[in-house]
């Protein structure tokens, strides 16, 4: 069925009278604007144009008058989007994948919008706090890059030759059972014990960055260690090698 014809005020053609051409307007009979979609964008786009300002404290005064409103149609709106997980995971992978996308063809645009950002709420305290967290949790999921990462740069800077990866200290901890070292505590998220990747011979002692140098211990004991030698710190449970 072919639909009605409507004209358009501003430029004079005649559209189908649907969605696709013209605006909703249900104040009127039809339910559709006097202009056409095209007509109206060439109007606002002039308007803002025209002094920036002003439209941009219009656009402002807007949003804090419906923010309210707003604010409690987006929850209803996502209550009943998250009945359903499998549509939920399908718009998350269509949104990185259309975040990838800009990253890789206009990454300039993409880092253009972040600083501006970062920069708009830089003094925003629960943008800082969010920040801290994510931060945080990109850390815990992430340490044994970090640590690998850090010790190859305090090696580099003392010409200490070796290295070694995530995947090294994955095998450390199955090695010792995911205790320390030196103490035998249980370390890690489940054991609530935070743990660090320390070098039995130290680095400023004439240790080596290879991981046969390398054990897991608990932050107190890789704190009191220091810089000294196993035999140093715990005479009792270590012997000098030629001993």
């Not at 056409?36 to 300002?53: F, G």
Request: glycine share 4%; proline share 7%.
């Amino acid at each position: 069925m072919t639909p009605d014809l409507k004209r358009c005020t501003k430029c004079g053609e005649e559209k189908p009278a649907t969605l696709e051409f013209f605006y909703a307007y249900p104040k009127v009979k039809r339910g559709l604007t006097s202009r056409c979609r095209a007509c109206a964008a060439a109007v606002q786009k002039a308007y803002v144009e025209a002094d920036p300002a002003r439209s941009q404290k219009i656009a402002q005064d807007c949003y804090l008058r419906n923010y309210e409103q707003r604010k409690a149609e987006l929850r209803a709106q996502n209550r009943k989007r998250m009945a359903d997980p499998e549509k939920v995971q399908a718009e998350r992978e269509r949104a990185k994948a259309k975040a990838q996308r800009e990253r890789e063809t206009t990454p300039e645009v993409v880092n253009a919008r972040q600083r501006a950002y970062r920069e708009r709420h830089k003094d925003d305290p629960e943008y800082r706090e969010r920040l801290r967290v994510r931060d945080r949790a990109r850390y815990i999921r992430q340490k044994p890059r970090y640590l690998s990462y850090s010790a190859k740069q305090r090696a580099f800077r003392a010409s200490v030759p070796g290295g070694w990866t995530g995947e090294d200290v994955r095998q450390m901890f199955v090695r010792q059972n995911g205790c320390c070292h030196y103490c035998g505590a249980k370390v890690g998220r489940t054991a609530g014990l935070a743990w660090h990747v320390d070098h039995v011979i130290p680095i400023s002692r004439g240790g080596s960055n290879f991981p046969e140098n390398l054990v897991i211990a608990c932050e107190p004991c890789n704190r009191a260690k220091y810089n000294k030698m196993p035999w140093e710190w715990l005479p009792d449970q270590f012997s000098p090698p030629n001993s």
